[in-house]
């Protein structure tokens, strides 16, 4: 998905629920810090979405522009209704989202994960898409190690789960940091 579809969404969101702001939390939230990412980070074909001030019109999101929609079929992209509670993310992760409106959008908000944020909430939900997601996050140096780690360490999450995802974000960082020296040496 691109950036220009993700601001199709948000239009066409606004108009369904007479709503003019939107948390979007999936990974296509990484549009609002990347209005151009790789190839790989816009994948997806799905917006998770939901109206900020009007969690519950999420519904009809699903129901008017969602996945086997007129608009899915149209345009290949979709919305998908959510809630609040369908991400967990790190404390304060209010303060950091990262606005898009402009003329696209008919200055309907659209706000967006900040990519740290993003990157804890993704691989809190712990499935082979999302630990994906996060190692080409990394890899593209769209998140840093050790401000990731601090964002993982204020997830509502038991200790235990808390340590099992460090120990996978130092791992991950390790081979990252591997591979790039190695695409740096003379010798490759």
Known sequence: MKRED???ILRAAAGITNEDEFIIIGSQSILGAVPYPSEKLMESNEVDIYPLNNPELADLIDGGI????????TFTYYAQGVGPETAILP????QRLIIIQNKNTRLSKGLCLEPHDLAASKIVAG??????FVQE?????VVQITLLIERVKTLPITAEHKQSLLGWITATGRRSLQ???DKDSPNK
Request: net charge negative; no cysteine.
């Open 66 to 73: 969602g996945e086997g929609s007129a608009f899915h079929e």
């Open 179 to 181: 591979i790039n020296k």
């Open 127 to 132: 499935r082979d898409k999302d630990w994906a």
């Open 137 to 141: 996050m990394i890899a593209q140096g």
């Open 6 to 8: 993700l601001e199709h």
């Open 91 to 94: 404390d304060g992760w209010q």
